[in-house]
């Protein structure tokens, strides 16, 4: 025991020298865990801000004037007055993202207890920002006719009062940093381990191995920790420097948690690695297969969309991937300071999966030697 213990310690020390001296990777961890999770954070925000937009003000009444003008920064531009012969040609040339058309004797109409009705044009192929903006231009309209009828002596029985207990201004790099830094760790720790392998076996130094008194068991394990062992260290690296300082993000639960869950996580990913090594017979080979399942992984783990906007039996399906388990295990821990006693079934989870992974690949592992050894 003791034996095997050394050996697949100075195998992983072999795995580091060698990884020290290819810059290539060196250059892809230090760059994936640091300026692609800013970049990913703040160059690609989810948030409405100075959408374009227009107002047609048929009524010319108090409260037009002060629909008008609640469309304030940051999330609207100063909006720009136009006519109603206007619109068609104004929203097929992409001028406006929204524009809102207040009928005439809209005022009247509603202080006299009709229920008159605000146009509201959307630009759609705008995908980013057509949803939740028209979401914002009803709720400021909404809110406008409240608070004037309000003051005309109207109350209304019930006020709706929304609170966000972390993360309360909804800025959306605060959760895409989590979750791409989440992304670069599978990223490499699938293109690490598998290409480790495919390196030795085509350099030759597998045969070198072969040769010596070393189990596949124990090549394969120090190639795990190893690989995991950088990985790790860069990803809380990360977390502390640029999801905490850089964005800001205020971590609510334990970073020493979420430490073993991306461990657990790291055996399962990497062992995953390995298998895809051991099919693929060249690194192109293998960076198609890497790329398939990274997608796979990424975007069908709950990162990008929730878990229940999915099909039932993709739901299903995506239970059989650590990356699934492992983003969820990641949001309670860090974002609402989940503790062991609620995250240990997805910890547990992930664990499993890894070894099942492990498993698969070290019989792939021994089925490769044998074939080379003949």
């Known amino acids: ?25 060196v250059f892809l961890i230090v ?25 047609v003000d048929e009524d010319r009444s108090i409260l037009s004037m002060r629909i008008q003008d609640a469309f304030m920064a940051p999330y609207f531009s100063k909006p720009a007055e136009i006519d109603v012969s206007e ?21 009247e109409e509603l202080l006299k207890g009709h229920s008159p009705e605000i146009q509201v044009n959307v630009d759609a192929t705008a995908m980013s920002i057509a949803g939740r903006g028209a979401s914002y231009v009803q709720s400021i309209i909404r809110e406008e006719i409240a608070e004037f009828l309000h003051q005309d002596g109207i109350r209304y029985p019930a006020t709706v009062m929304t609170r966000v207990k ?30 480790a392998l495919i390196r030795e076996r085509e350099h ?28 790790l260290i860069a990803a809380v690296i990360s977390l502390y420097a640029v999801v905490q300082g850089l964005l800001g993000v205020p971590i609510s639960g334990s970073i020493p948690l979420f430490v073993i869950g991306a461990m657990a996580y790291l055996f399962s990913v990497t062992s995953l690695g390995i298998f895809l090594a051991t099919v693929a017979r060249s690194m192109p080979q293998f960076g198609l297969l890497a790329i398939l399942v990274f997608l796979i992984m990424g975007l069908l783990s709950g990162v990008y969309t929730p878990m229940d906007s999915m099909p039932t039996v993709l739901r299903y399906i995506m239970q059989f991937s650590p ?52």
Do not use: C
């Open 323 to 374: 990356s699934t388990h492992f983003v969820s295990f990641a949001q309670a821990v860090l974002f609402r300071g989940a503790d062991i006693h609620i995250v240990w079934q997805q910890l547990l989870t992930v664990f499993a999966i890894g070894a099942l992974f492990f498993t698969g690949a070290l019989l792939r592992f021994r089925k490769t030697i044998s074939v080379m050894e003949s």
């Open 204 to 231: 030759g130094t597998i045969e070198h191995l072969l040769v010596m008194p070393l189990r596949p068991f124990e090549i394969m394990l120090a190639k795990v920790w190893a690989n995991g062992l950088v990985i």
């Open 166 to 195: 972390f993360n309360p201004n909804l800025e959306s790099s605060w959760f895409q940093g989590v979750m791409e830094l989440i992304n670069n760790i599978t990223m490499l720790a699938l293109i690490l381990t598998g290409a």
């Open 1 to 25: 025991m003791i034996r095997n213990l050394k050996n697949i310690f100075r195998l992983g020390v072999k795995e580091l020298y060698s990884l020290r001296y290819d810059l290539f990777l």
């Open 31 to 55: 760059y994936s865990l640091t300026f692609a999770v800013y970049e990913a954070s703040t160059g690609s925000s989810t948030e409405i801000e100075n959408a374009s937009i227009a107002v």
């Open 87 to 107: 619109i068609d040609a104004a929203m097929d040339s992409g001028n406006y993202a929204f524009i809102v058309d207040i009928p005439p004797r809209f005022q």
